[in-house]
């Protein structure tokens, strides 16, 4: 994601200097809470619906789904902790599905950044 959000910069589709400190405050990985406010300082409040509209639907709602799924799943293991219990956790393939759910949506996403201009 930040990735994205910093090449969007390199090609100077923005002008704001203060995009490393939004990327670098940004500590969570959803769509909407944080991915979408990284893109928005980037590209700015009037292209980004102009962005989202040109976004496979399917992927985007694939990858939104799966980053709140795995949300909640880090957050569980981040944030719970009770002695002599082991915690249960979904299986590999569980998480590899969704990883590559993001994986396709994020490609998508960083080729429309691509066509953007200036």
Same mark, same amino acid.
């Given at each position: 994601?930040?990735?994205?959000? &910093? +090449?969007?910069? !390199?090609?100077?589709?923005?002008? =704001? %200097?203060?995009? *490393?400190?939004?990327?670098?405050?940004?500590?969570?990985?959803?769509?909407?809470?944080?991915?979408?406010?990284?893109?928005?300082?980037?590209?700015?409040?009037?292209?980004?619906?102009?962005?989202?509209?040109? &976004? +496979?639907?399917? !992927?985007?709602?694939?990858?939104? =789904? %799966?980053?709140? *799924?795995?949300?909640?799943?880090?957050?569980?293991?981040?944030?719970?902790?009770?002695?002599?219990?082991?915690?249960?956790?979904?299986?590999?393939?569980?998480?590899?599905?969704?990883?590559?759910?993001?994986?396709?949506?994020?490609?998508?996403?960083?080729?429309?950044?691509?066509?953007?201009?200036?």
């Amino acid at each position: 994601m930040d990735t994205i959000v &910093f +090449d969007c910069a !390199k090609r100077g589709v923005f002008n =704001s %200097s203060s995009l *490393s400190n939004i990327i670098q405050n940004t500590y969570g990985f959803t769509y909407k809470q944080h991915f979408r406010p990284m893109l928005t300082s980037a590209v700015g409040s009037c292209r980004i619906e102009k962005l989202e509209c040109s &976004f +496979d639907p399917v !992927k985007l709602q694939k990858m939104k =789904s %799966s980053l709140g *799924s795995l949300t909640k799943e880090r957050n569980r293991a981040a944030h719970t902790f009770i002695s002599d219990v082991t915690p249960t956790v979904s299986a590999p393939s569980v998480i590899q599905a969704h990883f590559q759910n993001v994986y396709q949506g994020l490609k998508d996403v960083e080729r429309c950044v691509r066509r953007l201009r200036k």
